[in-house]
């Protein structure tokens, strides 16, 4: 069974990720400038070439891929760091609120 | 160093990446022992090493999002997030922003926003840093007093136990903050701290935090865990929001947010270690930096200022390292001993 937290955290990541999705189903909005840089993506390779193509190409696309990729390795490295600092040995369980 | 450097397509300039690694890192500690975001540190971190101010804003509310995750789970594992209550406060945080942003286009028609938002943005730092500061100070007399009575603070004639008491309906058990209120209390606060951040044009967690302690009445850790989750909501609105305008770049954000990762990991653990009142103190005194900070930029000395922030930041986060490498040591000495 997951906490109430994990829960919440959970709902709210899965409600994030929506967001964008729902918010581009509605219609979306005018972006607030027109937008008139280009990345220049010719002398780039792999992903910094495909970050700049998306965001050539797709600016609401680039928006959720954005959002997408902070909160996938925000989970990630979350849990990551996470595991690593329960190898040190550390009390990691309830604090108690002291002041 | 040159082996460090690689270009950043969208922002469009070449930038180094332990540099990247270190602002996220500082901004991680930070945030995570304060429950902040820290876009005061961030923004004009980027925009002193080459960033253009809007995409500085952009690729910082982005990382901001995700390392407000790494926080909230670390947080959320030791019982300091009140989700109810910061459910409660995000409904009145939505409108006080949109209100807040209103406002600030009215100032702009009266051609007043610029001027008058600085100086009130100064006014309310240095308000609310002395205010944290005379609270710690005054914890300080009393401990001296009566040490049994140090860390209960007179709670019938507290401003939060007086809103407390305002029997009106519903009526909410918030079980992690160990507070009974009218459900219109954290909506209201969420309502003012959200104007006033989105006046100033911040996150708004320096605002919050402090709103939880002294006018709903939380302890200071749920008041840090609780924030931090309000904090990853409005990263996140602000990635897409500025992804959508192109503003963000997203190589410079994820460097940022592997260097952030690891801070929020170590600045949240590190308050195991401190008491509430401690990290109020260090939290007044962070609030007096930025404050002279935004007062050097009145006085048009932007890159003193960025440094000066910059600086400050890094001098913040190596304290609060020091509390976790002394409580880490203890804790193992402890642990041998018994």
Not at chain 2, 150 to 164: D, E, I, K, S
Not at chain 2, 192 to 205: I, K, N
Not at chain 2, 240 to 268: E, H, N, P, S
Request: charged residues 15%; contains cysteine; glycine residues 12%.
């Amino acid at each position: 069974m997951l906490s109430r937290e994990r829960r919440a955290v959970l709902w709210c990541t899965v409600g994030l990720l929506a967001l964008p999705v729902v918010a581009w189903a509605a219609g979306g909005g005018k972006p607030a400038n027109k937008l008139v840089s280009v990345a220049d993506t010719r002398y780039v390779t792999g992903l910094a070439k495909w970050t700049g193509d998306v965001y050539n190409t797709n600016l609401w696309l680039y928006g959720l891929v954005v959002v997408v990729t902070m909160v996938l390795m925000g989970l990630i490295l979350g849990a990551a760091f996470d595991r690593l600092l329960g190898l040190l040995g550390l009390e990691l369980g309830r604090l108690e609120h002291q002041e | 160093m040159d082996a460090f450097t690689i270009y950043l397509p969208i922002a469009g300039l070449h930038f180094n990446v332990l540099l990247l690694l270190l602002i996220g890192f500082t901004v991680g500690v930070c945030g995570g022992f304060f429950g902040i975001g820290g876009a005061w540190i961030v923004t004009p971190a980027l925009n002193i090493f080459g960033f253009p101010m809007p995409y500085a804003i952009g690729t910082d509310l982005a990382h901001m999002g995700g390392k407000s995750i790494v926080s909230t789970i670390r947080h959320g594992k030791f019982g300091n997030v009140d989700v109810r209550l910061a459910v409660s406060m995000i409904l009145g945080t939505t409108v006080g922003m949109e209100l807040g942003a209103g406002l600030v286009i009215y100032l702009e028609r009266l051609g007043l926003a610029e001027s008058v938002i600085r100086k009130i943005y100064v006014v309310f730092l240095a308000l609310i840093g002395s205010y944290v500061l005379y609270d710690y100070l005054s914890h300080v007399r009393r401990s001296r007093r009566s040490p049994a009575a140090a860390g209960t603070p007179p709670a019938q004639q507290t401003l939060a136990a007086r809103l407390q008491r305002i029997n009106l309906p519903p009526m909410m058990h918030f079980k992690t903050s160990g507070i009974c209120c009218s459900m219109w209390l954290p909506v209201l606060v969420g309502l003012v701290t959200g104007l006033v951040a989105s006046v100033l044009g911040v996150g708004g967690g320096f605002i919050r935090m402090p709103a939880l302690i002294y006018l709903v009445g939380c302890p200071t850790l749920v008041a840090v865990g609780t924030d931090l989750f309000e904090v990853m909501i409005t990263g996140a609105y602000g990635a897409f929001t500025y992804g959508v305008k192109g503003r963000v770049d997203l190589l410079a954000a994820m460097w940022m947010l592997l260097g952030a990762a690891v801070g929020a990991q170590m600045g949240t653990v590190a308050v195991k270690y401190v008491r509430g009142y401690f990290i109020r103190l260090l939290f007044a005194v962070t609030i007096f930096i930025a404050c002279a900070s935004v007062l050097m930029k009145q006085l048009e000395f932007t890159t003193v200022s960025a440094v000066l922030i910059l600086t400050a930041g890094i001098a913040i986060s190596l304290v609060i390292l020091g509390l976790l490498v002394r409580g880490v040591v203890r804790e193992r000495a402890e642990r041998r001993l018994s």
